[in-house]
């Protein structure tokens, strides 16, 4: 129908294959096809991303080989045409009515919808230990709703009113730009709304190797928004709560998403080295940050995206 508003979805990508599950699932939207674009912006992948996009001939590559992730989505939103902003990742597989549900959310009056990540494990029955923590933690869009509006873009939508009210991602910010941006939003007037019918799937991180590159991007992010926002100190000591061990495991292993005695296992193992990995990774920063000439940006971050 002509009256329902034109959509554009913006998805950064850096040498992920998973890109074509995403455009395959994104061919399958309940919501218009006519009324839908769908821009790749490429953030700098050895890999060719208008060969992986060729069986898609209605997608659009934009290229923003620099700045980061954050930066891609910037300069994709510049060359789109929509006037609603629907934000995925190149890992991620939208359900078919995904496009259709954020559309209605924000025909209710939302600035911003925050749609419902669904995480997924490799084997759900018997996952790696951060699988089965990520199971149970990871992208908590209602909670991070409740607590000031903020949602990240693995799915989230707006409008393009909004977008320009507010303004665009912050580049220089290593990671939580998207938390940053729909804190923004709201603090400027528009509503933050939780989808739940809003669906993307999204594969959990499953290595240690992977977790240690997610702890140390978001600690050094949360250090530079702080930075950024005026803050001169340096970065805070680990709290004592990050050196007790996480007893409250044994409680939060009975969720639902752990559908095995191995999966609850494996929940309790990934919980304890989750909880002394990330107090590694802050005294890291806290230490580094105090040397000498120690607290400008920290240069061993790791600059990837979520």
């Not at 996952?127 to 607590?147: I, K, N, S, T």
Request: with cysteine.
């Amino acid at each position: 129908m002509d009256n329902q508003p034109r959509v554009s979805v913006i998805i950064p990508v850096r040498d992920d294959p998973r890109l074509a599950r995403c455009l395959e699932a994104l061919g399958r939207q309940t919501y218009p096809a006519d009324r839908v674009e769908i821009l790749v912006a490429d953030n700098g992948s050895a890999a060719s991303v208008e060969d992986l996009c060729a069986p898609w001939p209605e997608v659009r590559v934009v290229s923003q080989p620099s700045g980061g992730s954050y930066a891609a989505r910037n300069a994709a939103v510049l060359a789109s045409r929509g006037t609603v902003l629907a934000f995925t990742d190149a890992d991620c597989v939208p359900e078919p009515t995904w496009l259709q549900e954020v559309v209605a959310a924000i025909g209710t009056g939302a600035g911003v919808v925050a749609g419902l990540v669904a995480v997924y494990a490799k084997d759900d029955r018997r996952p790696h230990p951060v699988e089965a923590h990520e199971l149970v933690h990871a992208f908590p869009q209602a909670v991070y709703v409740d607590r000031g509006g903020a949602c990240v873009t693995a799915n989230m939508a707006t409008t393009r009113a909004v977008f320009e009210a507010t303004g665009p991602f912050r580049p220089e910010l290593y990671s939580g730009a998207d938390i940053e941006w729909s804190q923004r939003a709201n603090v400027r007037g528009a509503r933050t709304v939780y989808c739940e019918a809003a669906v993307v799937h999204h594969p959990a991180r499953d290595s240690y190797q992977a977790l240690n590159s997610k702890l140390r991007r978001v600690i050094v992010g949360r250090h530079e928004r702080d930075r950024l926002d005026g803050a001169t100190g340096a970065a805070p000591w680990p709290s004592p709560r990050s050196l007790v061990p996480p007893l409250g495991a044994l409680r939060r292993a009975r969720a639902p998403q752990l559908l095995t005695p191995r999966a609850r296992a494996a929940f309790v193992v990934g919980e304890v080295y989750h909880r002394y990995a990330a107090a590694w990774y802050v005294l890291a920063l806290a230490l580094r940050t105090r040397r000498p000439h120690g607290r400008g940006r920290a240069r061993d971050a790791d600059h990837t995206r979520r």
